[in-house]
């Protein structure tokens, strides 16, 4: 059984920052990518990072220059750093990962719960 836990989500006020956690746990074999996404109410679910078990990145274009994934592969976690907040990042943050468990050793998608992220004065 594997689970992705975020969290870091909550209110603040543009211009500002926020920094989400994804916690992996179970019995992870292997994990390659590892990635954000967002949907805003009423809208599709949409990537904006993601990044290899190496470290390769990529981002929205929407985000590039004001947000940075990154990932403790020890820790099996990933982070996104969100900064310069506008009311458009407004939106269900989830995380996804692709883990190889110890019983399948094939690897799956796996989301997170998601967590809200709002921006508001």
């Known amino acids: 059984q594997v689970q992705l836990v975020e969290s870091g989500g909550g209110l603040v006020q543009p211009g500002g920052a926020l920094r989400l956690s994804c916690a992996a746990s179970?019995?992870?074999?292997?994990?390659?990518?590892m990635a954000w996404y967002r949907q805003a109410a009423g809208k599709q679910r949409d990537l904006v990072a993601v990044i290899s078990r190496g470290g390769i990145t990529n981002y929205a274009d929407s985000v590039k220059g004001r947000f940075t994934i990154s990932r403790d592969n020890d820790k099996n976690t990933a982070y996104l750093q969100m900064g310069s907040l506008n009311p458009e990042d407004t939106a269900v943050y989830y995380c996804?990962?692709?883990?190889?468990?110890?019983?399948?050793?094939?690897?799956?998608?796996?989301w997170g719960q998601g967590t809200q992220v709002t921006i508001s004065s």
């Open positions: 996804n990962a692709n883990i190889m468990t110890s019983q399948a050793r094939t690897f799956k998608a796996y």
């Open positions: 179970g019995t992870i074999f292997s994990i390659s990518n």
